[in-house]
């Protein structure tokens, strides 16, 4: 650990170059990153592995097959830290819905409003600029070895990243992991995710006849995909998203109660009105439990015949189901693909065909592992309060990959505010936010190693 003398320094250093660093950033959202579309990827590539080689990382644009992965290195020495964020961003969507376009930033109400603020180059961006206030106090990196990745498909479920990490661990593989990424969940405080849960995402499509018939003669004759699919949904989860085949559940392990404690313990006003979502009432007596701890098999779309005004006598030719499926700690997507096969297969509906769209594996680590307990310690010091500590966030990121092929704890750190809106035409970033999380970065770089040696 660095003296208290040297982390006052680091601090204060990070106050004086805080505008110039804000414009940086606001230089990195101007320029478009749609990893949907691809529109700008690779210029924001380039764009973003210069700013990490000015900083002094040794910084490769690795070629994944898709949408590049940037990779950076500094420092030597145990432990070895990896912090995580991505460059691509979200589609911007409806135009008409912005105040200002996308991707000219605009500051106001005390946030810089644009798409990908907050989702995830200012947050990315605080790392760094933490990495830059330590330098410039002490002349050196910090006294371990700290890789810095930057993804471009995070916002497409990754899987060329993670193939490509899959393959090459000798790059990736550190320690620990840290990203800095999401909200607060509607908390207004700081806080810390111990986990992210494991997810897949599938479609299902059925079809009939090459050309639609009259359904006055015809249906009951031919077979109907869109009644096909209703009922194949049916048989794999309930009105409220539940499985109740056992098979589908058999893998699932028993939750830390310490997990089940964080729950209980979020603030007053948390998931707690059903009125705050515009609707009169939860599907679930248990919301904290279902959020954090229980799977459920949300339907997220279905498809099939016709959707105009008035009647339209013809049987469907095609239909299709989609699900997005947040599992429990245990399971595993590779084996909820495989249910799903054999679900429909049962009930005789081997004709639907099972297309998985993205996976990723759940990952946890425990409140009292060094990077956890570092960065409860460090939000505590710089916000001058105590974290909430949420058991878990919604899956579907990357983290899997360095769960399951690089043996890595993984931990979120937010350091976007309550209301960031990520993915919405309201994406806004807190200039308050986005100064804390560097102090919370430069916090935890000084205090790495003595916790790490404690352990």
């Not at 006052?8 to 990070?14: C, E, K, M, S």
């Not at 478009?32 to 210069?50: D, K, M, N, W, Y």
Request: charged share 20%; net charge negative; hydrophobic share 40%.
């Amino acid at each position: 650990m660095t003296s208290t003398t040297d982390i006052a320094a680091v601090h204060a250093r990070i106050d004086e170059r805080f505008d110039e660093d804000l414009a940086t950033l606001l230089d990195l959202i101007r320029q478009p990153s749609v990893s949907a579309t691809g529109e700008g990827i690779r210029a924001c590539a380039e764009l973003f592995a210069g700013k990490m080689r000015e900083l002094g990382l040794d910084t490769t644009i690795h070629e994944t097959g898709h949408h590049p992965i940037l990779v950076g290195h500094m420092g030597s020495g145990s432990p070895h830290f990896v912090l995580y964020g991505h460059y691509d961003v979200q589609p911007v969507g409806d135009l008409a819905e912005w105040r200002t376009p996308p991707f000219e930033p605009d500051i106001r109400e005390g946030a810089i409003w644009a798409r990908g603020a907050g989702d995830n180059k200012g947050q990315w961006w605080a790392h760094l600029c933490a990495l830059a206030a330590w330098q410039d106090v002490h002349g050196t990196p910090p006294p371990f070895r700290v890789t810095v990745i930057c993804d471009g498909e995070d916002e497409i479920g990754g899987v060329a990243s993670r193939a490509y990490i899959a393959e090459h661990p000798e790059v990736f593989r550190g320690d620990f992991l840290l990203c800095a990424d999401a909200s607060t969940l509607g908390v207004d405080a700081p806080a810390l995710f111990l986990g992210c849960r494991g997810a897949i995402a599938v479609e299902l499509r059925a079809t009939g006849a090459a050309t639609e018939w009259h359904s006055a003669s015809y249906a009951g004759v031919l077979a109907n995909p869109a009644q096909r699919m209703v009922a194949a949904v049916a048989r794999l989860a309930d009105g409220e998203g539940i499985v109740g085949d056992p098979a589908f559940h058999a893998p699932r392990v028993p939750v830390d109660e310490r997990l089940r404690d964080y729950a209980r313990e979020l603030p007053d006003g948390f998931l707690d009105d059903p009125a705050d979502f515009g609707v009169d009432r939860f599907v679930t007596d248990d919301p904290r439990g279902t959020m954090f701890f229980e799977p459920r098999a949300c339907l997220t779309g279905i498809t099939g015949g016709y959707g105009g005004e008035g009647p339209h006598a013809a049987v469907p030719t095609a239909a299709t189901a989609k699900f997005d499926v947040k599992l429990a700690a245990g399971q595993h997507p590779d084996q909820v693909e495989a249910w799903f096969r054999e679900r429909l297969d049962a009930g005789g509906f081997d004709d639907i065909e099972v297309v998985v769209m993205s996976k990723c594996p759940g990952s946890e680590i425990a409140p009292d592992h060094p990077l956890a307990a570092t960065a409860m310690a460090a939000l505590e010091r710089v916000w001058g309060r105590p974290p909430v500590v949420f058991p878990s966030i919604g899956g579907g990121g990357i983290f899997g990959v360095f769960v399951d092929d690089l043996g890595m704890p993984c931990l979120i750190v937010p350091y976007g505010q309550h209301d960031l809106h990520e993915h919405s035409a309201q994406e806004h970033l807190s200039l308050e936010w986005f100064r804390q999380g560097i102090h919370v970065t430069a916090e935890i770089l000084h205090r790495l190693p003595a916790a790490v040696g404690e352990a």
